[in-house]
């Protein structure tokens, strides 16, 4: 975990954006909160955070749509929170791209430990954004692709 | 009709013959054991076939067997389980017949039933034994049955002209037709008159009467040949049937259509029968055909033209009725428009001169008109006696005495005015306005009085007027002659006048029938609910038929229940209860003037609807239907079914649509309720675990505390609005009013809601000559809280909410006003509504907190509204009727 790690929080409720930002920021993350799925998508776009929390009862787009809409060019970890517990919709969610699923309520002690996983993991597919197979190289950070160099 | 058409199977017989499958199914399936007459052992082959299917395995019980004391069959039938006949008590003896309930109860696969043309005793349930086995085969029970072949209605007669034995036990063809298996049992007459001699048939001393009467060589030869026949169109029938079903191309039967015409003579019975058979030889479809004409039918010959129309129905021939003076033209007609290939009709039987011409004119004309069509002539019985034969066809006799008196008198008068003016007119023009007289007459009544007038005025002219006054004797030749002309001129046109008058009323009755069908229509389909049918129905029913009816609907636990609920059912037995059960399960009418339970008080019509019988109509018939009012009654139950009918239709869609929204509006509860449960105890389980978990920094254990605290208030706020709104819902709420200051109400609610409003500027308007009010402060604080609270939750951050207070004549009035979205049209009306939700509004809230403002303030005998403001957001508005303390509007206006 590297200092000041940035979270993006995409929820509407206040009371839950509030808990979080007081326990993640104890944690020593920084922290961004959006309270629409478009805010979300915006600020995910601008501060290029390294983890997303995402609710899915969003009052503009559902958290699906945000999921699929951030996945066209987020690659980093996603973690929804939602109040949603049913199988259907954890599969459908993890199906479309999030990392990890957890319903509220929540212990944070779990949370944290998954944001952790999810950071770990992360960092594999960041340092190594070049793919190669063969003479073929694709710089996913840059979008780029490359032939015999 | 081209090759092409006669190639291909029809679709429409397809259908039926699917249909016929299907229907087959459930039902249980009818074997007949058909003979050509007693003692060709029918009943011992049955037995003998029960045997064989009992080895196999099968659950074969006896329901009724005549063994007639003959020993090889009485061998068979042991072995069998027998139902116990049951005893009907009959003019003090006693007889036993089958015991119909008994063997459904017992519900065996086979049963076997004796003798199927066998007329039950009275106070069975049904008169004849075919309707026992059609009621076991309904319930899905197989039946073996024996039956001989001069029990066959359209044989009856040809068997009672070559045995001279007439058959009164006779079998609806219907029925034989419907039969899913006949296996004729044959003997040679040989052999049977060897059986006889035997005494294998009878008793050796009834045997030779028997032998002498019935037994003919001849008579069975006869029989034999007419058994063979009837099973070989069967056969020929059934592979018709089959190759239709396997669509197999081959000699389909010509589209042969026969057309029977038949009057209110007892010689069409025969016609009938004839024609019946006609068609069975010929594989032809057949109808039968009455046309009425002017000429009025005496009692007696519209009872034989009831039985003959019962008839055709019994032969299964299609029957219609037809109106028109021109009989010839009538029929030819309507064969034209059917498509009929052959028209069949009587000979009439030729008694004197008029018979013959009449005759000659008919079958001319009938041969001239009917083209291409063929036309059958049928001689006339001359064993069968015409017993109507000499009744006299032209006037009948049916007026009252009061018309003769009328018109003897209107005669009379007319006579003596024209005594004082005939120096003036002369004595000839009198006849004249004598004979207006009589054509005026003519049109207002019948034959008999009319006659009588022109008689009367004749003999008044003659006596009173024509010179020599006084006599009947007349003097000139002229004033015979005239007298004369004047009688026949009377006379021709009163009868003349009537006919068209009966005609006319014929007509009119129908007209009227139509209409009142119509007019039935019409009032059928405006009103709605099964109780306004049963009004409208029951009323309509006395209306035209003079009958009080009883409507019995089913309902949802699948019983009857009497619809009408003015009218008491004391005078309707258990015993009545239970004739209507039977009717309502078993689709068929039974009762008074019916073939089914014939002793009980009402009758009973089953109410078919499309798909199922739904109800039964029971009343009291003082008399047999005729066919015209049978037909009327039945167009009228078929509207009233239909009617019952879409109702309930329309009712379970209701019922679906109610639970189909209350689960809806459960869901939405349920959801709410659980995601606004959630959050707080997401946000109290989340921060207390991190407090447990980790230690902290001081402020940010203070931050986690204010988050629990923040969350427990929300929760406590949700519980109470569901308190609340229990409370209303209960109607428990009683305001306790109380003197309060609406600066603490307005101060209570704004710090109560700190958190929520620190994003908004809030404005409290109070102005200060504002009096004390009598309110229930508690439940108005709840009010105000939940009316900033929405506010708040629709509005934008920073804007601006306004809280308006005044007091006006009596009245306190509180404005709620933000800058949110508002409402749109379609949601306006709803927003006070139980658990609704704005479309736009954000996640959470329970759709509560406005309905319990609107119950509050409802309790406060107030009301509330809502509407959009100009430059956007929304402005709720509550009234609400006050006391108000002077003493303390004083003081303040003193501070």
Redesign the interface.
Same mark, same amino acid.
């Given at each position: 975990m590297t200092v000041k790690d940035a979270i993006l929080i995409i929820d509407?409720?206040v009371?839950?954006r509030?808990?979080?930002e007081?326990?993640l920021s104890?944690n020593g993350f920084k922290i961004i909160e959006a309270s629409t799925g478009k805010e979300g998508v915006t600020f995910a776009a601008s501060q290029q955070p390294n983890l997303i929390i995402l609710d899915l009862?969003? +009052?503009d787009i559902d958290g699906l749509e945000v999921v699929n809409k951030l996945r066209e060019w987020y690659l980093k970890p996603i973690i929804i929170l939602s109040?949603r517990n049913s199988e259907v919709d954890i599969v459908k969610a993890l199906d479309n791209g999030a990392n990890d699923y957890l319903t509220? +309520?929540?212990?944070?002690?779990e949370?944290l430990a998954r944001i952790r996983v999810a950071l770990r993991q992360n960092q594999n597919i960041t340092e190594n954004p070049v793919l190669e197979f063969g003479s073929l190289s694709i710089d996913l950070a840059n979008h780029t692709v490359r032939k015999n160099n | 009709m081209n090759n092409f058409d006669d190639n291909r199977p029809n679709p429409d017989e397809l259908l039926a013959s699917l249909l016929n499958e299907e229907e087959k199914g459930k039902r249980g399936k009818l074997k007949i054991f058909f003979g050509m007459c007693a003692g060709v052992g029918k009943t011992y082959s049955m037995l003998q076939t029960a045997q064989a299917e009992k080895i196999k395995g099968s659950e074969i019980i006896i329901g009724f067997i005549e063994t007639h004391n003959r020993k090889e069959t009485a061998n068979l039938v042991e072995g069998f389980e027998l139902i116990p006949r049951k005893s009907y008590e009959y003019k003090s003896t006693f007889v036993q017949e089958m015991d119909l309930d008994a063997i459904i109860a017992r519900n065996p696969h086979i049963v076997l039933v004796d003798e199927l043309a066998h007329t039950n005793a009275p106070g069975s349930r049904h008169a004849k034994r075919y309707q026992d086995v059609q009621e076991l085969l309904e319930n899905g029970i197989n039946v073996y049955t024996t039956l001989n072949v001069q029990h066959l209605e359209s044989r009856s007669e040809t068997v009672a002209q070559i045995t001279g034995v007439i058959v009164r036990e006779t079998l609806p063809d219907e029925i034989f037709e419907s039969a899913d298996e006949v296996e004729l049992i044959d003997l040679t007459p040989d052999e049977l008159l060897q059986r006889l001699s035997e005494g294998k048939v009878y008793a050796p001393e009834r045997s030779r009467e028997a032998v002498e009467n019935f037994f003919r060589r001849g008579n069975i030869t006869a029989l034999r040949e007419m058994a063979l026949r009837i099973v070989a169109d069967r056969v020929d029938k059934q592979l018709h049937d089959y190759m239709q079903h396997k669509r197999i191309r081959g000699p389909w039967k010509s589209g042969l259509h026969l057309l029977v015409a038949i009057d209110y003579r007892q010689q069409s019975t025969r016609l009938l029968r004839l024609a019946k058979n006609l068609s069975y030889s010929m594989g032809a479809q057949i109808q039968a055909l009455y046309v009425e004409s002017s000429h009025k039918l005496t009692v007696k010959e519209s009872e034989q033209l009831d039985k003959n129309i019962k008839l055709a129905k019994q032969l299964a021939i299609k029957f219609r009725i037809n109106t028109n003076n021109d009989i010839v033209r009538a029929i030819v007609e309507y064969a034209q428009k059917e498509n009929i290939t052959h028209i069949i009709v009587g000979k009439p039987r030729v008694r004197n001169l008029y018979s013959v011409l009449r005759l000659g004119n008919f079958v001319n004309r009938l041969i001239r008109y009917s083209g291409n069509i063929d036309v059958y002539i049928l001689g006339s019985d001359s064993q069968a006696k015409d017993n109507l034969g000499k009744k006299v066809s032209l006037p009948s006799f049916t007026s009252g005495y009061k018309q003769y008196f009328t018109v003897s008198v209107f005669v009379f008068l007319s006579s003596i005015l024209c005594y004082f003016v005939k120096d003036l007119i002369g004595y000839q023009a009198v006849s004249f306005a004598l004979l207006f007289l009589v054509s005026v007459l003519a049109i207002f009544f019948g034959t008999g009085p009319i006659l009588l007038s022109a008689v009367l005025s004749a003999l008044i002219w003659d006596v009173f007027f024509i010179p020599p006054q006084f006599t009947l004797h007349i003097d000139k030749p002229l004033d015979v002659l005239m007298l004369i002309m004047f009688f026949i001129i009377a006379l021709l046109n009163g009868i003349l006048t009537s006919r068209v008058r009966r005609q006319e009323l014929k007509i009119r009755i129908r007209e009227e029938r139509t209409n009142a069908l119509y007019q039935f229509t019409k009032d059928l389909t405006v009103i709605s609910g099964l109780e306004e049918v049963t009004k409208v129905a029951t009323n309509y029913i006395q209306k035209y038929f003079k009958l009080d009816c009883f409507i019995f609907i089913i309902n949802d636990a699948g019983t009857l229940e009497y619809q009408s609920k003015h009218s008491s059912l004391n005078i309707f037995s258990e015993n009545d209860m239970s004739i209507a059960n039977w009717v309502f399960k078993n689709s068929i009418k039974a009762g008074k003037n019916t073939d089914t339970l014939p002793s009980s008080d009402y009758t009973y019509f089953p109410l078919m609807g499309n798909n199922s019988t739904i109800g039964v109509v029971a009343f009291k018939q003082f008399r047999v239907f005729t066919f015209g009012e049978e037909q009327f009654w039945e167009a009228c139950l078929a509207q009233i079914t239909g009617k019952y009918e879409r109702e309930m239709l329309r009712e379970a869609a209701k019922r679906t649509y109610i639970i189909s929204e209350s689960e809806k509006l459960y869901k939405i509860l349920f959801n709410s309720l659980?995601?606004e449960l959630?959050?707080?105890?997401?946000?109290?389980?989340?921060?207390s675990?991190?407090l447990l978990?980790?230690d902290?920094?001081e402020d940010?254990r203070k931050?986690?505390y204010n988050?629990i605290n923040?969350?427990s208030i929300?929760l406590n706020r949700l519980i109470e609005n569901l308190l609340n709104m229990s409370r209303l819902e209960s109607g428990l709420i009683s305001p306790r009013l109380d003197w309060c200051d609406i600066h603490d109400l307005a101060n209570r609610v704004a710090d109560s809601l700190q958190n929520e409003l620190n994003l908004f500027k809030l404005s409290v308007i109070i102005p200060t000559n504002m009096p004390m009010v009598n309110i229930d402060f508690g439940l108005m604080e709840q009010v105000l809280h939940n009316l900033i609270l929405n506010a708040t939750q629709h509005s934008p951050a920073g804007s601006r909410i306004r809280v308006k207070f005044f007091y006006d004549n009596g009245s306190l009035t509180i404005q709620v006003m933000d800058r949110g979205t508002g409402f749109s049209v379609t949601e306006i009306h709803s927003v006070f509504n139980k658990f609704y939700r704005g479309k736009?509004?954000?996640?959470?809230g329970t759709g509560l907190g406005l309905s319990i403002v609107k119950g509050f303030v409802e309790a406060h005998k107030g009301t509330v509204s809502v509407e959009n403001r100009q430059n956007g957001g929304a402005l709720f508005t509550i009234k609400i009727p006050v006391e108000i303390s002077d003493i303390n509007t004083l003081n303040k206006t003193n501070d």
């Amino acid at each position: 975990m590297t200092v000041k790690d940035a979270i993006l929080i995409i929820d509407d409720e206040v009371q839950i954006r509030r808990l979080l930002e007081i326990t993640l920021s104890a944690n020593g993350f920084k922290i961004i909160e959006a309270s629409t799925g478009k805010e979300g998508v915006t600020f995910a776009a601008s501060q290029q955070p390294n983890l997303i929390i995402l609710d899915l009862g969003l +009052p503009d787009i559902d958290g699906l749509e945000v999921v699929n809409k951030l996945r066209e060019w987020y690659l980093k970890p996603i973690i929804i929170l939602s109040v949603r517990n049913s199988e259907v919709d954890i599969v459908k969610a993890l199906d479309n791209g999030a990392n990890d699923y957890l319903t509220k +309520p929540f212990r944070t002690g779990e949370l944290l430990a998954r944001i952790r996983v999810a950071l770990r993991q992360n960092q594999n597919i960041t340092e190594n954004p070049v793919l190669e197979f063969g003479s073929l190289s694709i710089d996913l950070a840059n979008h780029t692709v490359r032939k015999n160099n | 009709m081209n090759n092409f058409d006669d190639n291909r199977p029809n679709p429409d017989e397809l259908l039926a013959s699917l249909l016929n499958e299907e229907e087959k199914g459930k039902r249980g399936k009818l074997k007949i054991f058909f003979g050509m007459c007693a003692g060709v052992g029918k009943t011992y082959s049955m037995l003998q076939t029960a045997q064989a299917e009992k080895i196999k395995g099968s659950e074969i019980i006896i329901g009724f067997i005549e063994t007639h004391n003959r020993k090889e069959t009485a061998n068979l039938v042991e072995g069998f389980e027998l139902i116990p006949r049951k005893s009907y008590e009959y003019k003090s003896t006693f007889v036993q017949e089958m015991d119909l309930d008994a063997i459904i109860a017992r519900n065996p696969h086979i049963v076997l039933v004796d003798e199927l043309a066998h007329t039950n005793a009275p106070g069975s349930r049904h008169a004849k034994r075919y309707q026992d086995v059609q009621e076991l085969l309904e319930n899905g029970i197989n039946v073996y049955t024996t039956l001989n072949v001069q029990h066959l209605e359209s044989r009856s007669e040809t068997v009672a002209q070559i045995t001279g034995v007439i058959v009164r036990e006779t079998l609806p063809d219907e029925i034989f037709e419907s039969a899913d298996e006949v296996e004729l049992i044959d003997l040679t007459p040989d052999e049977l008159l060897q059986r006889l001699s035997e005494g294998k048939v009878y008793a050796p001393e009834r045997s030779r009467e028997a032998v002498e009467n019935f037994f003919r060589r001849g008579n069975i030869t006869a029989l034999r040949e007419m058994a063979l026949r009837i099973v070989a169109d069967r056969v020929d029938k059934q592979l018709h049937d089959y190759m239709q079903h396997k669509r197999i191309r081959g000699p389909w039967k010509s589209g042969l259509h026969l057309l029977v015409a038949i009057d209110y003579r007892q010689q069409s019975t025969r016609l009938l029968r004839l024609a019946k058979n006609l068609s069975y030889s010929m594989g032809a479809q057949i109808q039968a055909l009455y046309v009425e004409s002017s000429h009025k039918l005496t009692v007696k010959e519209s009872e034989q033209l009831d039985k003959n129309i019962k008839l055709a129905k019994q032969l299964a021939i299609k029957f219609r009725i037809n109106t028109n003076n021109d009989i010839v033209r009538a029929i030819v007609e309507y064969a034209q428009k059917e498509n009929i290939t052959h028209i069949i009709v009587g000979k009439p039987r030729v008694r004197n001169l008029y018979s013959v011409l009449r005759l000659g004119n008919f079958v001319n004309r009938l041969i001239r008109y009917s083209g291409n069509i063929d036309v059958y002539i049928l001689g006339s019985d001359s064993q069968a006696k015409d017993n109507l034969g000499k009744k006299v066809s032209l006037p009948s006799f049916t007026s009252g005495y009061k018309q003769y008196f009328t018109v003897s008198v209107f005669v009379f008068l007319s006579s003596i005015l024209c005594y004082f003016v005939k120096d003036l007119i002369g004595y000839q023009a009198v006849s004249f306005a004598l004979l207006f007289l009589v054509s005026v007459l003519a049109i207002f009544f019948g034959t008999g009085p009319i006659l009588l007038s022109a008689v009367l005025s004749a003999l008044i002219w003659d006596v009173f007027f024509i010179p020599p006054q006084f006599t009947l004797h007349i003097d000139k030749p002229l004033d015979v002659l005239m007298l004369i002309m004047f009688f026949i001129i009377a006379l021709l046109n009163g009868i003349l006048t009537s006919r068209v008058r009966r005609q006319e009323l014929k007509i009119r009755i129908r007209e009227e029938r139509t209409n009142a069908l119509y007019q039935f229509t019409k009032d059928l389909t405006v009103i709605s609910g099964l109780e306004e049918v049963t009004k409208v129905a029951t009323n309509y029913i006395q209306k035209y038929f003079k009958l009080d009816c009883f409507i019995f609907i089913i309902n949802d636990a699948g019983t009857l229940e009497y619809q009408s609920k003015h009218s008491s059912l004391n005078i309707f037995s258990e015993n009545d209860m239970s004739i209507a059960n039977w009717v309502f399960k078993n689709s068929i009418k039974a009762g008074k003037n019916t073939d089914t339970l014939p002793s009980s008080d009402y009758t009973y019509f089953p109410l078919m609807g499309n798909n199922s019988t739904i109800g039964v109509v029971a009343f009291k018939q003082f008399r047999v239907f005729t066919f015209g009012e049978e037909q009327f009654w039945e167009a009228c139950l078929a509207q009233i079914t239909g009617k019952y009918e879409r109702e309930m239709l329309r009712e379970a869609a209701k019922r679906t649509y109610i639970i189909s929204e209350s689960e809806k509006l459960y869901k939405i509860l349920f959801n709410s309720l659980s995601h606004e449960l959630r959050i707080p105890v997401a946000t109290i389980l989340g921060a207390s675990d991190t407090l447990l978990v980790q230690d902290y920094a001081e402020d940010t254990r203070k931050k986690l505390y204010n988050e629990i605290n923040t969350a427990s208030i929300r929760l406590n706020r949700l519980i109470e609005n569901l308190l609340n709104m229990s409370r209303l819902e209960s109607g428990l709420i009683s305001p306790r009013l109380d003197w309060c200051d609406i600066h603490d109400l307005a101060n209570r609610v704004a710090d109560s809601l700190q958190n929520e409003l620190n994003l908004f500027k809030l404005s409290v308007i109070i102005p200060t000559n504002m009096p004390m009010v009598n309110i229930d402060f508690g439940l108005m604080e709840q009010v105000l809280h939940n009316l900033i609270l929405n506010a708040t939750q629709h509005s934008p951050a920073g804007s601006r909410i306004r809280v308006k207070f005044f007091y006006d004549n009596g009245s306190l009035t509180i404005q709620v006003m933000d800058r949110g979205t508002g409402f749109s049209v379609t949601e306006i009306h709803s927003v006070f509504n139980k658990f609704y939700r704005g479309k736009e509004a954000k996640a959470g809230g329970t759709g509560l907190g406005l309905s319990i403002v609107k119950g509050f303030v409802e309790a406060h005998k107030g009301t509330v509204s809502v509407e959009n403001r100009q430059n956007g957001g929304a402005l709720f508005t509550i009234k609400i009727p006050v006391e108000i303390s002077d003493i303390n509007t004083l003081n303040k206006t003193n501070d």
